[in-house]
């Protein structure tokens, strides 16, 4: 009766003793894999950019004169502006909204910041000619290169400046989805994307 009872308790610590140290392996398991998971999320926070650039030349002139006179009496002035501009469409992916759940081994993407689209411009003033009597004054100046800058975005490929940055974006958010995949996690995706990340990356 002893022997049985010595092979049941050399029996019930041999698997306590598996237990604990699986339990300890697994926990330690899904330590090492949050930590990966969140470095590699953190490593995709970045700025993901597409971009266009835009040359032009902008000729202005103007002329005063004293009424009743200008056959006689005419002041000029007349400038060439160069303008170089990059637009870009930006997503901010340090602004996403991410959460790890390491207890449930999921990964719970918010939000995703809006695109934004900017000019970059630099001017560059060329062949300036003026009268003494008729001088650019700064505002005047500071006009033309906001029409100059207007007729630069009137110009943008902005559809096409949105799908590349799309397809940037789509691309680094996929970098996720393979991640949990490997890792054997699960991803709640509550953003407008989800759908398409999933088709393509999971």
């Known amino acids: 009766?002893?022997?049985?009872?010595?092979?049941?308790?050399g029996l019930?610590?041999?698997?306590?003793?598996?237990?604990?140290?699986m339990?300890?392996?697994?926990?330690?398991?899904?330590?090492e894999s949050s930590h990966s998971i969140a470095y590699e999320i953190k490593r995709l926070n970045k700025l993901i950019v597409a971009e266009q650039n835009f040359s032009d030349v902008i000729s202005?002139?103007?002329s005063w004169h004293i009424p009743?006179?200008?056959?006689?009496?005419?002041?000029?002035k007349k400038v060439l502006l160069m303008v170089d501009a990059k637009v870009q469409a930006t997503y901010d992916l340090n602004?996403?909204?991410?959460?790890?759940?390491?207890?449930?081994?999921?990964?719970?993407?918010?939000?995703i910041p809006?695109?934004?689209?900017?000019?970059?411009?630099?001017?560059?003033?060329?062949?300036?000619d003026q009268s003494r009597f008729n001088t650019f004054k700064g505002d005047e100046l500071n006009e033309i290169k906001e029409r100059a800058v207007k007729k630069i975005e009137d110009s943008i490929d902005k559809?096409?400046?949105?799908?590349?940055?799309?397809?940037q974006l789509i691309q680094n958010l996929g970098e996720i989805y393979l991640l949990a995949k490997a890792y054997n996690w699960k991803i709640v995706d509550n953003t407008p994307y989800s759908k398409e990340l999933s088709n393509k990356f999971y």
């Open 1 to 9: 009766m002893k022997k049985l009872l010595y092979i049941f308790y």
């Open 12 to 21: 019930l610590i041999g698997v306590m003793g598996t237990y604990i140290v």
């Open 23 to 31: 339990k300890k392996f697994q926990t330690r398991s899904t330590s």
């Open 60 to 62: 202005h002139k103007s």
């Open 68 to 76: 009743g006179l200008e056959d006689y009496f005419s002041f000029d």
């Open 95 to 111: 602004k996403m909204d991410v959460k790890i759940d390491s207890a449930n081994k999921t990964i719970y993407i918010n939000k």
């Open 114 to 128: 809006e695109l934004e689209i900017k000019t970059y411009p630099d001017f560059k003033f060329y062949d300036m």
């Open 159 to 167: 559809k096409q400046l949105e799908s590349d940055a799309h397809d």
